[in-house]
């Protein structure tokens, strides 16, 4: 079955960075467009980044700027990389996997805490 492990996540200092990676397995990486959400605590969970299976990216407004999203087809990873953290960035991020064909699948999360 598909499963998709984050990890990367863990506290640290506005202006300081992490960087999150999130293992697939269980699937044709390749085909599936890889993306990376957060759920603040009594917000909804939100796009953060996404990159296509052709390497297209798309990014919220928030981050544009300060994170990168990226992936690994030969390792079946995708990656973000925050930098410029803020605390308004602290939240659960999910990994996720999606395609027209074989569906919709989510990591469990990791927590970030941005916070001096």
């Known amino acids: 079955q598909v499963q998709l492990v984050e990890s990367g996540g863990g506290l640290v200092q506005p202006g300081g960075s992490l960087r999150l990676s999130c293992a697939a397995s269980?699937?044709?990486?390749?085909?599936?467009?890889m993306g990376w959400y957060r759920q603040a605590p009594g917000k909804q969970r939100e796009l953060v980044a996404a990159?296509?299976?052709?390497?297209?990216?798309n990014y919220a407004d928030s981050v544009t700027g300060r994170f990168t999203i990226s992936r690994d087809n030969a390792k079946n990873t995708v990656f973000l990389q925050m930098n410029s953290l803020k605390p308004e960035d602290t939240a659960v991020y999910y990994c996720?996997?999606?395609?027209?064909?074989?569906?919709?699948?989510w990591g469990q999360g990791t927590q970030v805490t941005v916070s001096s």
């Open positions: 996720n996997a999606k395609s027209v064909f074989q569906g919709n699948y």
């Open positions: 269980g699937m044709v990486f390749s085909r599936y467009a």
């Open positions: 990159i296509g299976s052709g390497g297209n990216t």
